[in-house]
């Protein structure tokens, strides 16, 4: 009998969705859950933005669009670089994909050969190493330690490079820690990456979640248009994971590369969804000014009940949609502790160790259910930590 490619046999299983699936067994047995596993927010998606794609689909916008995406969503993207990312952006040097994971795995299957290094900061979210492993490439590990509050070591990264290291893969604002990257860290980035000559990927995907700090593009630093490839998508940052629309911006001769990569896995997104997309990127901010301003206030309300939970540490999240408390101090794995939490408290939450070894300790919390049920499972969640000391 046939097994699975070796490559396939490195991946796991996801932890989130085991634990989804351990939650949706107790539902059925009537136990009411509360989900703070999944990354998704829960608002319905702008309607501004729901008219465009009906239009879209009504007016037979129904076929194939071009491999690199719908030009007129291509010219606003490359206008919304430019304008608010101070990123100089020609409609050519952006191609879209359906949502930001294709769009990673596009770049990575684009630009990395079998056998090269691909350097992740970790936590991470769990699906780079696993693309870069079906791409035939190797992940490495860059460590984000809690006790620097997530911040970057260079030393850490200068640390791991090889001869065969072609990419360096970052997140800001951060899935699973909801930190951000500020100008000091991406400095230290852009200096690394130019003098080492490796490509940044720089996943900005949740850009338009961030409490208060200014979100900096990589490729907005002198000399780093060039070696970035900068991932975005509207799944995040306009409540649409379901649309799957996303981009790359990156230099000409690079999306000319990735796009055959698109042209045989996927062709194109699908046609009414990037013609809906418009107006996320011509109207931007003031469609999804109420949506951030809820998410703040449930930032707030997870902050404020892990205060009141004995023996977990966090570091202050400034974006995203996560908190990812330290519960070294309970004593338990983190895969134990989310079955503990989902037992005794009623919540689901996600473990750790998913987001990479560094993860081993410590569970994400997703504020993505609504406000009056996260406040509830938050309680409970306090109750049920209280009860361990
Ligand atoms: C950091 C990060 N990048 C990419 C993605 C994938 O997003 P999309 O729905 O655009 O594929 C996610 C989804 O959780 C994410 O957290």
Not at 160 to 188: A, F, S
Not at 337 to 354: K, T
């Amino acid at each position: 009998m046939k097994i699975p490619s070796k490559r396939m046999e490195q991946i796991p299983f996801s932890g989130i969705r085991v634990i989804f699936e351990k939650a949706r067994k107790l539902e059925a047995k009537g136990r009411k859950i509360i989900h703070m596993e999944i990354g998704r927010p829960d608002f319905n998606t702008p309607e501004g933005i729901r008219k465009k794609a009906r239009e879209a689909l009504e007016d037979g916008f129904v076929h194939y669009t071009s491999n690199f995406g719908m030009d007129e969503l291509r010219e606003v993207i490359a206008g919304k670089l430019t304008r608010e990312n101070n990123v100089p952006t020609e409609y050519d040097e952006v191609i879209i994909t359906p949502g930001a994971s294709m769009a990673i795995a596009l770049a990575i299957f684009g630009l990395v050969d079998i056998g090269e290094e691909v350097l992740i900061l970790s936590p991470r979210y769990p699906a780079y190493p696993k693309q870069v492993i079906m791409a035939g490439a190797v992940p490495v590990s860059v460590p984000l330690k809690f006790e620097d509050d997530f911040k970057l070591s260079i030393d850490d990264l200068e640390k791991r490079v090889t001869d065969k290291t072609k990419m360096l893969i970052i997140n800001t604002p951060n899935n699973p820690t909801g930190t951000i990257l500020g100008m000091e860290e991406l400095e230290k980035i852009a200096n690394f990456a130019k003098e080492n000559d490796i490509l940044v990927l720089a996943d900005e995907c949740y850009e338009k979640i961030i409490y208060g700090k200014e979100h900096i593009s990589l490729a907005s630093l002198p000399g780093m248009k060039e070696r970035t490839i900068t991932v975005n998508s509207t799944s995040k940052s306009f409540s649409m994971t379901g649309w799957r629309v996303g981009f790359i911006s990156a230099r000409k001769d690079i999306i000319s590369n990735i796009v055959k990569v698109q042209q045989n896995l996927t062709i194109c997104p699908t046609s009414f969804a990037q013609a809906g997309s418009i107006p996320a990127y011509t109207e931007g901010d003031g469609l999804i000014k109420d949506m951030i301003e809820e998410l703040k206030k449930r930032k707030e309300i997870v902050t404020y009940y892990l205060d009141r939970a004995s023996g977990v540490d966090y570091v202050k999240p400034e974006g995203a949609l996560y908190v990812f408390p330290s519960i070294k101090k309970l004593g338990m794995t983190s895969a134990d502790f989310c079955d503990y939490i989902l037992e005794e408290a009623g919540v689901a939450v996600a473990a750790g160790n998913d987001f990479g070894d560094q993860g081993e300790g410590f569970v994400r919390i997703a504020y993505t259910c609504a406000t009056d049920e996260l406040e509830e499972g938050m309680n409970n969640f306090k109750e049920a930590v209280n009860k361990l000391n």
